[in-house]
């Protein structure tokens, strides 16, 4: 009678490989024909676990973003166009297939834009794919490092002039849109988050203006979307004298509602909101040009208001500026103050940091070249001062008086 055969080790009765591996306090078990085998298809299981393979095989980035929207706090309403990006370039890839050649390639489309769009372009990426790699989806972040593309403007956006300020605090009342302004200039507030402001959540005896709403334009008209579950989205402002003054003006009985109505004291639409911001430009215009505010007939626009007046051998001024440039200023005076990016983050509303940090930089390089013009154009003037005498005028740096 032969003796039975004897069993490697780990071996199983039919004849296969066990290894074990417990993995996050769960016991597995691998088989093979070999003991090789069978560790194999553990390192493998590890793996795949380790970039999230076994937990959602086929993932695809749209799938993604929504339940990366569903979980963590994003304001959807203000980033809805990036979000839509994102889904049309690289919605139907694999999560774990996206390489950072396919977000390059998805970037380019804001190159010739707005530097402001393209980031924000880039934080969204960097969030969702940044969630994506903590959640172990993919083996490493495609999104880190991402530069800006090529051909993105600057400057689009321009801080206003101190006469344009001094302009609309001392005339904001002669057009029902002056308000519009006074908020967007004094508190930094976005277009949607002006046309959302509600009476409720103004506190003229605290002086305190919390945003918790924003209106999102859909087709002509704003739909109101609580911001109430993103950190960076709510917040609170503090309201200036000339800011509370303009809140105050408006009369007690009329403080319900929303803060900003059109002409006709309805809620704003994306025409009424385009129709007042003109009329707040024209009757601007007018100030500066020494008309009266309001006057009867048929409308004229500026353009045939400039030719007319160049006919007559004189020149019209217009006032342009746009609303955004409103919130641009109040982000300079915020950099002129001194307010560091941290709080000044936290007063525009800017989920990314990085956002406030790229308009800090791009003013102090601003400032740089205006002090660069200012010293050339000064030295050049010295230096043509002292040869058309013969001589050249000494430099004279005053002392220090520290």
Excluded at 214 to 241: H, M, Q, W, Y
Aim: charged share 25%; with cysteine; proline share 4%.
């Amino acid at each position: 009678m032969s003796e039975p055969k004897k069993r490697r080790q780990f071996e199983r009765a039919d004849g296969r490989i066990c290894v074990t591996a417990r993995i996050e306090g769960k016991k597995h078990f691998f088989y093979g024909q070999t003991k090789a085998e069978a560790q194999r298809k553990r390192d493998e299981y590890k793996a795949a676990r380790t970039v999230g393979l076994k937990l959602s095989p086929g993932l695809s980035v749209s799938r993604w973003v929504d339940e990366w929207l569903r979980v963590y706090d994003v304001d959807q309403a203000q980033y809805r166009p990036y979000l839509e990006r994102l889904r049309a370039d690289l919605g139907s890839l694999p999560i774990n297939a996206v390489t950072e050649a396919h977000l390059v390639m998805s970037l380019k489309h804001y190159a010739g834009k707005s530097a402001s769009a393209a980031t924000k372009y880039r934080s969204i990426l960097g969030r969702c794919f940044g969630k994506a790699y903590k959640n172990r989806l993919i083996p490493f972040n495609p999104a880190s490092d991402l530069e800006l593309p090529k051909g993105t403007t600057e400057g689009t956006h321009r801080a206003l002039e101190r006469w344009e300020v001094e302009l609309i605090l001392d005339h904001w009342q002669d057009h029902h849109a002056g308000l519009w302004a006074m908020l967007m200039l004094l508190a930094g507030l976005r277009r949607g988050e002006m046309v959302a402001l509600d009476w409720a959540n103004v506190d003229l005896d605290k002086r305190l203006l919390c945003v918790c709403q924003t209106g999102v334009r859909v087709s002509n008209k704003f739909e109101i979307a609580d911001r109430a579950k993103t950190p960076a989205g709510i917040r609170f402002l503090p309201i200036c004298s000339r800011l509370c003054e303009a809140l105050s003006a408006v009369p007690e009985n009329r403080r319900t509602g929303p803060v900003c109505l059109s002409q006709r004291g309805t809620l704003l639409s994306g025409s009424a909101f385009t129709r007042g911001w003109d009329g707040f430009l024209l009757a601007m215009s007018r100030v500066l040009n020494g008309e009266p505010v309001h006057q009867q007939g048929r409308r004229v626009d500026l353009e045939k208001r400039k030719q007319k007046a160049e006919a007559e051998g004189r020149s019209y001024q217009s006032f342009n500026v746009r609303p955004h440039d409103l919130r641009h200023t109040f982000a300079t005076i915020l950099y002129d103050s001194g307010t560091d990016v941290k709080t000044a983050s936290y007063l525009l509303g800017h989920a990314d940091p990085r956002i406030t940090l790229d308009i800090y930089t791009h003013l102090t390089k601003e400032r740089e070249r205006r002090t660069a013009a200012t010293l050339t154009g000064f030295l050049d003037a010295w230096q043509t001062a002292g040869s058309q005498t013969g001589s050249q005028t000494p430099l004279i740096i005053p002392s220090n008086p520290g």
